[in-house]
């Protein structure tokens, strides 16, 4: 059996040289593997990367050794233009396309009463104002107007003589009127002092007693033209309206004896009347409706009518005597 020994190198002056040469040349493949490992790391970081933002490794390389050449930017003035290869821009030296912006047109300012509908090409729309009651009657009210008129009228003909016999009216009914009632449509025409109305009626009432041991009824029917003026402009709200007018009328009398079943009837030639009378105002009581009223209806104003009239005699010979003291009247006047 052969015995290995291992002894100490002594190191000598001629071998130090060499040594130290060696211990040189092993720290300078570690650092170059260092830097090799680095280098591949950083190669491998930028192939993934290029990959992930959808780049080849050729084109990866190929944009690490070609810098990238900034596109011009785009002209914001053009609209609406097709895009074009800069390499065609570039050999054909022709700009792209503008859009020429078309000329504007100056829009006339609306009128009064107007709105303008923008959007498409619709037109100007008027807008009527709405009707109010808060504006004065005499602002709100138009040159021409109706007015709508019921109501009754008490009649008393003192001189009145039966048609059967020759008693009076006092002794066939003693002083209870003959109560008719009447209804009346007008035009009205409306000026700075106040207003016109002409219209027409109809009025219709009766009577009836047994004063003088039997039953008698009168009947009138009464159809009329009238003309009245109204001073409707004193306030500028007509709380209360004073006005006069006058009548133009016929009568058809008729008188029955109900106990003897006799009855006699004539219509009168033409006969005359005058009134004279106050309006009183009723939009105040409730505004809320005059104000729905007017806008739904154009009704102007609802008075209370409240009057006083005289019958003159008719010119007929054989008429019986329909004239009267004056006698009073109300009834409901609407304003459109």
């Not at 002894?7 to 060696?22: C, E, F, I, R, V």
């Not at 650092?31 to 290029?50: D, E, M, N, T, Y």
């Not at 003309?227 to 008729?254: C, H, N, R």
Request: glycine fraction near 8%.
């Amino acid at each position: 059996m052969n015995r290995i020994s291992s002894a100490g190198t002594k190191l000598t002056k001629d071998s130090m040289p060499t040594k130290k040469l060696n211990l040189c040349q092993a720290h300078f493949s570690r650092a170059s593997l260092v830097v090799l490992v680095f280098a591949s790391v950083f190669a491998i970081c930028g192939i993934v990367q290029a990959q992930e933002d959808g780049l080849s490794d050729d084109e990866f390389e190929q944009q690490i050794k070609e810098p990238a050449v900034e596109k011009p930017a785009q002209n914001p003035a053009v609209e609406n233009t097709e895009l074009f290869d800069d390499k065609e821009l570039i050999e054909n030296n022709e700009p792209p396309a503008v859009a020429e912006a078309e000329p504007q047109t100056e829009v006339p300012p609306p009128a009064e009463d107007l709105v303008e509908v923008r959007g498409g090409d619709l037109p100007l729309v008027e807008v009527k104002q709405q009707y109010s009651t808060e504006i004065p009657y005499k602002e709100r009210r138009e040159k021409f107007g109706w007015m709508l008129s019921v109501g009754s009228e008490n009649l008393f003909m003192s001189e009145y003589t039966s048609l059967l016999d020759l008693n009076y009216y006092e002794d066939l009914f003693g002083e209870e009127d003959l109560t008719s009632f009447q209804i009346e449509l007008g035009l009205k025409y409306n000026f700075k002092l106040g207003g016109i109305e002409l219209s027409a009626g109809y009025g219709m009432g009766s009577v009836t007693d047994n004063r003088i041991g039997e039953d008698r009824k009168l009947e009138i029917s009464k159809p009329f033209l009238g003309l009245s003026l109204y001073l409707d402009t004193i306030m500028k709200e007509p709380y209360v309206v004073p006005y006069f007018g006058a009548q133009i009328w016929t009568m058809d009398i008729k008188e029955v004896a109900v106990t003897s079943d006799i009855e006699d009837a004539i219509t009168t030639d033409i006969g005359f009347s005058y009134k004279i009378g106050l309006l009183f105002q009723l939009n105040w009581l409730d505004r809320d409706s005059a104000q729905t009223g007017y806008q739904d209806h154009h009704i102007q104003n609802t008075y209370l009518d409240v009057f006083v009239a005289q019958n003159a005699g008719t010119q007929g010979e054989e008429d019986p005597d329909t004239s009267s003291d004056f006698n009073w009247g109300a009834g409901l006047k609407i304003e459109f």
